[in-house]
């Protein structure tokens, strides 16, 4: 590690260009100008754009963000600053050129701020860092008994990630994504102020940095809604070539939400599979159970559930899990495989689509059938979701149906023979498809986890809500520091010291 004199002299001469005045004696975190380091914090798992920043931050606690915020802030000009987690964002998000990377993922601060669970008035519930990793969050609560409500399909991702978007999977049919399942956050606004917020304590900010995109804050703790967590699961296949019946059984399977557990399934969700011969379609669905459940009482609960279904009959397949194993089914192993196959490190042009039920029959015509056709690697992942289960007050933008789908176009630029960059212009042109077929049919989809280039682009993207996120870009990052790489905010144009100084991100 160079001196903290040689260090703020490189910084300075790095950053001499854009009138970065920083004086690094006072920031408690480590900042590294390493190269290694920076390259480090300019990959993705997309792996399709890499913007090197000046410097990394490592903090040791929210403080030192908030430092290098206030810093920021009231320099002669602010410059990005972007939080970075696991780094599964798909087309540089998380990457800023002319600013800090702060390293969210330390292990030392996330032990530090690793609270034990805790039984509240509204339920129980785990203070965690934001930069936590969930699947670390399950293996801590899990110690207790406890665990989330709420899951992504993968577990190796970000609290602070996830609640920047929403986090859907499953389960969201019954308790909604996981920023449905936040008591409390802690979060550094672009002014450089440390807030506690909640849906009574600074409720602005608690909504607007909840699928906020990091427009509006940086997300140091979050306080998560934990239930009993279940033993085992029973974890079934059934398999359609009827896409009417498919969506029939999900609609009916997560009408079923309010009733109680005996009575429903606790997760469910479809994968579409493509191949010479057609389409088809396989539906998941799974059972939670106490270890002390007899497995007759499971097999005839299970029995019961199925009965009303339309599946192929012989497609049924069923497997018996941990509850761990279930939620880490993507684990570092099957990861490490398909790193070996050149999978895992190839471009990821993925595309999440909300697609109203209403419009779910032309979707599947025109893209499934359609546009993909038999021409399409990867995974095709269905979450069924209902809209009673969001809340509105938040950033994230959804369909205007009481039901919808999120479907996962989960593919990968692999080289099969013409070159990865062809492979990749090939799904790029293909999702640009997709999203002209929905646009000319009126299928009023919204993209999650999407990326536009434009400020027109997401003005169309939030519609009536626009206006709302304007505000709260104004009033929590008025110079436009964090979120850059989404490309929302162009521009904007404060006063410094008493001068109109136009700022360009």
Request: net charge negative; charged share 20%.
């Amino acid at each position: 590690m160079v001196s903290k004199l040689m260090l703020t002299f490189l910084f300075f001469h790095l950053i001499s260009t854009v009138v970065l005045a920083l004086n690094l004696n006072t920031i408690h975190g480590n900042i590294s100008i390493n190269p290694s380091d920076i390259k480090r914090a300019s990959l993705d798992f997309g792996n399709m754009r890499h913007v090197e920043s000046l410097a990394v931050l490592y903090p040791n606690s929210a403080h030192d963000i908030v430092e290098l915020v206030q810093m920021c802030y009231q320099s002669e000009k602010a410059f990005p600053i972007s939080p970075k987690g696991i780094g599964h964002s798909f087309y540089g998000q998380s990457q800023v050129a002319d600013g800090v990377v702060i390293d969210m993922t330390g292990t030392k601060v996330s032990l530090q701020e690793r609270k034990e669970p805790v039984q509240g008035s509204t339920g129980s519930y785990v203070d965690v860092w934001g930069g936590d990793m969930w699947l670390n969050v399950l293996n801590w609560t899990m110690t207790y008994g406890l665990a989330p409500k709420s899951w992504t399909n993968y577990l190796y991702v970000t609290v602070g990630g996830t609640l920047s978007n929403a986090g859907v999977g499953g389960q969201s049919f019954i308790h909604g994504p996981q920023i449905s399942n936040v008591y409390e956050l802690d979060v550094v606004t672009g002014k450089g102020e440390l807030k506690t917020c909640s849906k009574e304590e600074n409720s602005e900010l608690f909504y607007g940095v909840l699928g906020g995109l990091g427009q509006f804050g940086i997300i140091t703790r979050a306080r998560i809604a934990l239930e009993p967590a279940p033993e085992s699961v029973v974890l079934i296949h059934l398999s359609y070539i009827d896409f009417s019946k498919f969506t029939k059984d999900i609609e009916y399977l997560i009408s079923l939400h309010e009733k109680p557990t005996s009575e429903r399934f606790d997760c469910v969700h479809g994968s579409v599979f493509l191949d010479q011969e057609g389409v088809t379609y396989v539906l998941e669905v799974v059972k939670y159970f106490d270890k002390s459940t007899k497995d007759i009482i499971r097999q005839e609960i299970v029995d019961v559930l199925l009965e009303k279904l339309d599946f192929i009959p012989s497609s049924v397949t069923s497997a018996s899990l941990t509850y761990f194993d279930f939620l880490n089914q993507l684990s570092q192993t099957e990861i490490m495989h398909l790193g070996q196959t050149g999978i895992w490190d190839a471009p990821h042009p993925w595309v999440t689509l909300l697609v109203p039920k209403s419009k779910i029959a032309d979707f599947d015509k025109g893209v499934f059938k359609g546009i993909l056709g038999s021409n399409s690697n990867g995974r095709i992942v269905i979450n069924p979701l209902n809209k009673n289960k969001w809340d509105l007050r938040t950033s994230v933008i959804i369909p205007n149906e009481e039901m919808f789908y999120a479907v996962l176009l989960l593919r990968s630029a692999i080289d099969t023979g013409e070159g990865t960059k062809a492979a990749l212009e090939f799904i790029i042109n293909q999702n640009h498809e997709i999203l002209k077929f929905c646009k000319e049919n009126e299928l009023e989809v919204k993209e999650y986890l999407g990326h536009r280039e434009t400020q027109e682009e997401w003005i169309e993207h939030y519609g009536d809500k626009w206006d709302l996120i304007q505000k709260r870009k104004m009033e929590f990052d008025p110079k436009h520091i964090l979120g850059t790489g989404h490309h929302i905010f162009q521009s904007v144009s404060v006063l410094h010291g008493g001068e109109r100084v136009t700022l360009t991100q």
